[in-house]
């Protein structure tokens, strides 16, 4: 394992997290905003419904791991609402299978230490309302990712790519929005980046000096890729 240890936010979920680390993802976004504070771990599998998710939910989080996570991501359910096919393979879940596996891993997930927390992204409507209603049950914090979107302008061409996977724009609003979750959710420890400390933050006689330190931090603070003052001043 690699020192120092750092809390762990793991993002589990289908295609939507597979490719969230591609370039201006959701999932590269908080590894940016957390940098030096949190290792964001991505467990992402394009094509899964709910029902493989929960088959191996165990195998991804084993309950012995000398290590928890700190926060776990969940999306799934944008295959589970696809339509049946005929031969009755493929991704498709019945809704009430859909709640049904969502609620079992979320379960999971709360019994892997007590300091765990969770948020699911919810998915396309009908599958979106129920896993809202789920996480109301539960007590799970959620982002109504469905809503969110379609506040957007030409939301379908806006934020996303191809009709289903996030675009650039599609994937800043997602990242804010889980942002400002762990920013209002009364969790102890938070785990907003403000409130998390930086690793080897200590002033050192080999820091960057003077115009060259300022000129590093404003090179590009038109971009949210490389530059972190531009990211602490953006994302709350």
């Keep these: 394992m690699v020192g120092p240890s750092r809390p762990q936010i793991v993002l589990f979920g289908s295609s939507i997290v597979q490719m969230s680390f591609g370039h201006g993802g959701w999932g590269a976004i908080l590894s940016e905003v957390y940098a030096r504070k949190a290792d964001i771990i991505l467990r992402g599998y394009y094509g899964w419904n709910s029902t493989r998710a929960f088959e191996v939910v165990d195998k991804v989080f084993p309950k ?41 891993i979320a379960f999971h997930l709360q019994s892997l230490s007590d300091s765990t927390r969770i948020i699911f992204l919810s998915c396309p409507p009908t599958y979106s309302d129920a896993c809202v209603e789920l996480c109301k049950e539960l007590g799970l914090q959620v ?55 930086t690793e080897f933050s200590e002033d050192s006689p080999y820091d960057l000096l003077g115009e060259m330190k300022v000129e590093i931090h404003y090179l590009v603070k038109d971009s949210l890729v490389t530059c972190t003052i531009f990211i602490y001043k953006m994302w709350e």
């Design 64 to 104: 012995d791991a000398a290590v928890q996570p700190s926060l776990v991501v969940v999306y799934f359910g944008g295959n589970d609402s696809m339509g049946p096919h005929p031969s009755g393979l493929g991704p498709h879940v019945p809704l009430p299978e859909y709640v049904d596996n969502m609620k079992k």
């Design 143 to 197: 982002v109504d990712l469905f809503s969110t979107l379609q506040k957007v302008d030409d939301w379908e061409t806006v934020c996303f790519t191809d009709g289903i996977h996030l675009s650039a724009q599609g994937s800043k609003l997602v990242a804010a929005e889980i942002l400002k979750v762990v920013k209002e959710a009364e969790w102890r420890p938070s785990l907003h980046w403000k409130s998390m400390p």
